[in-house]
């Protein structure tokens, strides 16, 4: 196979595309001693056959502070107004938040985009490449064609580690084959409460389940990272995230420390056992300490208890939070850097964060020896990652990216991560042919509505949003020719002629923030509306339920023969199809404990209630 990324063969040339058509210009990096090369030696650091560890150390040594603290900055390509400062500054690092793409938002837009950058990097005077990083947290989910794979909580249902894997490569795959070496994946959370609005990225309620598909590390980052394809994974949000009081973001985890080990520790062990190259922190507190200032959790947990070797990086803005005030201040900055972190995610100031850390270095509040543990784990990676060797995108990785050996694989993870919840009468598996079924519901034909937030943008849009396969096209694909297949959104022309109505209902998309559920969590009035129409024909009802978490649906359930958990299935609904029509035999079991009442939250295996459905829980076909 080839290399993940090609040598370059003009290191300083004219950087190449930022963003869709905009041409960087290099401007001349500023005053910095050159790389000091005695009887036309190579340097230690530029010679692929020394050991890493010798390499970062010659680099370090001919490193001015500049260049040290710029390493330890991640800017928002968007806050880049003048592309030579990514050079000028020394910047280590860049990413794409949720909503950053280029224009086109194609997969050659993102590699050209990415070169330009990693351009302008090298023509620095000690040459030292970015590392670049997203967040393809269900695929490579910001690339418009990208195969868009179910959301955790989905594989949660599966339990299938290597299913798990696989998902990994493939995804580390797209991801490399737009240049991107570091990934923001996967969710190591464990959720307590399913009012949070990032259920969805959690694998499950019970710490087990996080660490049982943690083998997506491993597909991530491959057997080496500097293998074609690979890419750096992030074990996030570390920790606690997901136990926080009323299921807040970025709220307040009030527990012991027992509970904290217990719970939500013991996944971020399983990553840093399985060799996670870099850890991201939580916005969250833990019993009133912000994650980001938490020197005992991170400096003496994870990285001393623990032993983790790699780069802990700030969530976005992360170190602005501690205060609960806009924006970042000296205590902040000493606090964060000091407690342990080593990357700091600040997307648009970035050049008042560099003056305001050179500022504390200098006045001693940070030690020297700090910063230079912090860039030895930056650039221990790149070194593994080859970025050194091979700093650009490996095109031939680019037309892998949505391809349908891609597609099969979400498709069968689709397929595995359904759960059956209710079978009245054995309605399901629905017959192909001779039948009368009328689809109807605000997801089933609906690509966005059914892979949810974080798809091509931060908080996910209903809509086409990316190619893939609709619920009711899959539907409409599996069925014989004698079937008829009518479809209304809101459930109009229904009436008792018709043999069965599935009805794809739930949730539209959302992210962090914005989908926190405080109140209610039951269906929309959209949903109900279209529920009543149904029901009133008599016809037998199949809910098949789009949402990234248990919604109350106690009312509803009598109403429906039957019922199916599809969760935030993504571009390949004809994996949900499969199910209900019985290619595929549902083997999905509950990762969280489905509750009778919203007024149960938090409501978690061995608390005493009674659930509508414990967890585990998933119905099979009968042979």
């Given amino acids: 196979m080839p290399a993940r990324k090609l040598l370059p063969a003009l290191r300083n040339a004219a950087a190449g595309l930022a963003s869709g058509a905009l041409l960087l210009a290099v401007a001349a990096p500023a005053p910095a001693s050159p790389v000091q090369v005695e009887d036309g030696a190579t340097p230690a650091y530029k010679d692929s056959t020394q050991p890493v560890k010798v390499r970062v150390q010659d680099l370090l040594a001919r490193m001015t502070l500049d260049d040290k603290l710029g390493q330890m900055i991640q800017a928002e390509r968007l806050g880049i107004t003048e592309p030579a400062d990514v050079a000028t500054y020394r910047l280590g690092s860049l990413l794409s938040g949720g909503s950053s793409q280029p224009t086109p938002n194609t997969p050659q837009s993102w590699a050209d985009m990415y070169d330009g950058f990693q351009r302008t990097a090298l023509s620095s005077p000690?040459?030292?490449?970015?590392?670049?990083?997203v967040d393809a947290v269900h695929g490579h989910n910001g690339v418009k064609g990208a195969t868009i794979f179910p959301h955790n909580i989905g594989l949660g249902a599966t339990r299938d580690p290597v299913l798990a894997e696989r998902i990994g490569e493939v995804t580390a795959q797209e991801v490399a084959g737009t240049g991107i070496d570091w990934n923001f994946a996967p969710c190591l959370c464990?959720?307590?409460?399913?009012?949070?609005?990032?259920?969805?990225e959690s694998f499950g309620e019970l710490?087990?389940?996080?660490?049982?598909?943690?083998p997506i590390i491993n597909g991530m980052q491959g057997e080496s990272l500097s293998d074609p394809g690979s890419v750096l994974a992030t074990a996030k949000h570390y920790v606690g995230d997901g136990g926080t009081v009323g299921g807040k973001d970025q709220g307040e985890t009030n527990i012991s420390e027992a509970e904290l080990r217990a719970i939500h520790l013991p996944p971020f062990k399983e990553a840093v056992r399985r060799g996670v190259g870099s850890v991201m922190i939580s916005y969250s507190s833990f019993n009133g300490v912000k994650l980001h200032a938490g020197n005992y959790l991170i400096k003496d947990v994870l990285k001393g208890e623990l032993g983790f070797d790699g780069i802990v990086v700030s969530d976005y803005n992360g170190i602005d939070k501690i205060d609960g005030q806009p924006g970042f201040t000296p205590a902040e900055v000493t606090a964060s850097i000091n407690a342990g972190?080593?990357?700091?995610?600040?997307?648009?100031?970035?050049?008042?964060?560099?003056?305001?850390?050179?500022?504390e270095v200098q006045a001693g509040r940070i030690p020297v020896a700090r910063i230079d543990d912090a860039n030895r784990r930056i650039l221990t990676k790149k070194f593994e990652l080859g970025l050194f060797e091979h700093p650009f995108t490996d095109r031939s990785l680019t037309s892998t990216i949505g391809s349908q050996e891609h597609r099969d694989l979400a498709r069968q993870a689709v397929r595995q991560s359904q759960v059956l919840l209710k079978n009245q009468g054995r309605i399901l598996p629905l017959a192909k042919g001779n039948q009368k079924i009328f689809v109807a519901g605000k997801n089933a034909d609906d690509i966005g509505n059914q892979s949810g937030g974080w798809t091509v943008g931060w908080q996910g849009a209903s809509g086409p949003v990316t190619p893939g396969t609709t619920i009711l096209e899959g539907i409409r694909h599996s069925v014989q020719p004698s079937t008829t297949v009518a479809y209304s959104k809101d459930g109009d022309g229904v009436d008792d002629?018709?043999?069965?109505?599935?009805?794809?209902?739930?949730?539209?998309?959302y992210a962090e923030g914005r989908g926190d559920r405080p109140g209610a969590m039951g269906l929309d009035q959209a949903d109900l509306d279209t529920l009543a129409r149904l029901k009133a024909t008599g016809v037998p009802v199949v809910v098949v339920l789009v949402s990234g978490r248990p919604l109350d649906i106690a009312a509803q359930l009598p109403d429906w023969a039957g019922l199916v958990a599809a969760w935030l299935p993504g571009s390949e609904g004809q994996g949900v199809a499969d199910v209900l029509f019985g290619d595929y035999r549902p083997t999905g079991q509950l990762p969280v404990t489905w509750m009778r009442s919203a007024a149960q939250q938090p409501i978690n295996v061995g608390d005493g209630q009674t659930p509508l459905f414990p967890f585990g829980y998933g119905l099979r076909y009968r042979p």
């Avoid at 000690?126 to 990083?133: K, S, T």
């Avoid at 972190?341 to 500022?359: E, G, H, S």
């Fill in 190 to 200: 464990v959720v307590r409460n399913d009012r949070w609005g990032r259920t969805y």
């Fill in 126 to 133: 000690l040459g030292i490449p970015l590392i670049y990083g």
């Fill in 207 to 214: 710490p087990m389940l996080a660490r049982t598909m943690a």
């Fill in 497 to 509: 002629s018709y043999d069965v109505a599935v009805a794809v209902i739930g949730e539209t998309p």
């Fill in 341 to 359: 972190m080593d990357m700091v995610m600040v997307p648009f100031a970035w050049k008042q964060f560099i003056d305001t850390l050179r500022a």
